[in-house]
Structures are given as structure tokens and as C-alpha cells.
């Protein structure tokens, strides 16, 4: 199927995908898929919900994914960048947190 699907939507001029399952362990879910999407897919893949920034990383330099999706990591750390850049520890998300979003 995906050796299929895949060729199509990039012949139709679709040029990224993002494969994350939120809330998941990456290697289990989004990371299998990846794997079977990348040899068929020459496009730009998002992925990594999960993804601790070293295994980010690891993925990125690999060419399984071109860009990383971090939204949960993003809230609980508005200055997620520099902190990734200073290698300073990440504060863990909270489900209240989703209740200061405007």
C-alpha cells in the first residue's frame, strides 16, 4: 500500500508529510512508519513528537526526517530553540499547560 500511495501523492505535487502520533513513543509508531515511507519518498518528512533532542538529532543526520514536530515540548518550553542551542534541560509538559494557550 504504501509503496503505492506514497509515488502518488508525490507525483500529484504534494511535497512534505508529517508522520507523528502524538503522545506516543516515537520508535513504536511514527518512526516505524517513517522507515516504510522514506525508500518510496524523496520529499520533506515531519516527524517526532516523542523524540528527546538527541534522538531528534540522530534521526535528522540519519535523512529518515528533514524537520521535527515538536508541539507538546514547544508549550511546555517557549524557548524550546535556545534551549536545544545551550543544551539547558527541558521542562516537562503538563496537561494544564494546555489551558494557557490564547
Known sequence: MIA??????QQLGMGALDVS????????TSGRMVRKIRPHWSGVI?????????EAES???SGMIDLVT??????ANPDLAE???DGTPLA??????????V
Request: net charge negative; aromatic share 14%.
Open 4 to 9: 503505492y500511495l506514497v509515488p502518488a501523492l
Open 21 to 28: 502520533c502524538a503522545n506516543s513513543n516515537y520508535f513504536e
Open 46 to 54: 515531519m516527524a517526532g513528537a516523542s523524540l528527546t533532542p538527541e
Open 59 to 61: 534521526e535528522l543526520d
Open 70 to 75: 515538536w508541539g507538546r515540548a514547544f508549550i
Open 83 to 85: 534551549k536545544l542551542r
Open 92 to 101: 516537562a509538559f503538563e496537561e494544564a499547560m494546555r489551558g494557557t494557550l
